[in-house]
């Protein structure tokens, strides 16, 4: 399915038509972390299935609406639940969550992950602010006639995490009881966690942690110009790391333990990006 620049607007459309509000910023939230949305003021909520050309959303915890609303005065619109890969959408169809939001006028998107860690100086619990990802495994949301009306056919990848969001990113950090760390975070497309001899080979190849979600984001607001920031909450050692099985609850128990903290730095970072 080639999607038209009409396609993406005629979503975008629908939901400024349900609100005054004209975000700034976008955000998408990973696992566990729709505590954070409750921290919208005047929220107004419009669940995903009632708009013309979105997509659904099917994975756990994730609730499938879009929150529009203000934190410390910033105008935000918050995705409570994201698309994988894994959920059987493909690569080209990833591109919609945030074109739709770049039509919503945002310059500066903030996303969240849950995320196994390969560097074995991580813990459960810590966040790894993203300088960087490898995405080794095929296709782009990008793929595909051009949409120009976003961006140009070959584009620039090399600072895709805008260095100066991770700048306060960092400052904020200090005040925050989360131990923080930055790094490289590498797809894997799921939904099978990995193999331990994939996580040495990551980990050879200078991933810090890995996850089933973020770059596909990533990737179109690079195209379409939007400053990008992103955060890997650690909630397990990845497979092979620690003994024993990936999963089994570890996943959304850590990530529910660290929701309120996060929710807190993630409401400073919002306030002086
Ligand atoms: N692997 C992939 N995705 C994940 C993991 C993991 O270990 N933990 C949370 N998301």
Do not use: W
């Amino acid at each position: 399915m080639n999607y038209t620049y009409e396609h993406y607007k005629k979503s975008a459309d629908y939901i400024l038509s349900r609100t005054s509000i004209r975000p700034e910023i976008g955000i998408i939230l990973g696992t566990g972390l729709g505590p954070f949305a409750q921290q919208i003021e005047n929220p107004v909520e419009i669940p995903y299935s009632e708009i013309p050309n979105f997509l659904t959303s099917s994975a756990p915890g994730h609730a499938g609406k879009f929150i529009l609303g203000t934190i410390e005065g910033r105008s935000v619109a918050c995705m409570s639940g994201r698309f994988h890969f894994y959920e059987g959408y493909d690569m080209e169809q990833l591109s919609i969550p945030v074109r739709v939001l770049k039509l919503l006028g945002i310059s500066r998107l903030v996303l969240t992950n849950a995320a196994g860690a390969v560097n074995t100086g991580y813990r459960p619990g810590d966040v790894m602010i993203i300088s960087d990802h490898i995405k080794l495994y095929g296709g782009s949301p990008m793929r595909g006639p051009n949409v120009e009306q976003f961006g140009k056919r070959f584009f620039d990848v090399s600072d895709m995490y805008t260095a100066a969001l991770r700048d306060i990113a960092r400052k904020c950090a200090e005040s925050s009881p989360i131990r923080f760390h930055e790094g490289i975070y590498m797809f894997f497309p799921g939904p099978q966690f990995e193999t331990p001899a994939e996580i040495r080979a990551a980990r050879v190849l200078g991933a810090d942690a890995i996850g089933m979600s973020t770059v596909t984001e990533a990737l179109t607001a690079a195209h379409c110009g939007l400053s990008v920031l992103a955060f890997a909450l650690i909630t397990n050692m990845a497979a092979g790391v620690k003994k024993g099985p990936v999963g089994g609850g570890e996943v959304e128990e850590t990530a529910s333990k660290v929701a309120s903290a996060f929710s807190s730095y993630m409401k400073s970072v919002i306030s002086r990006i």
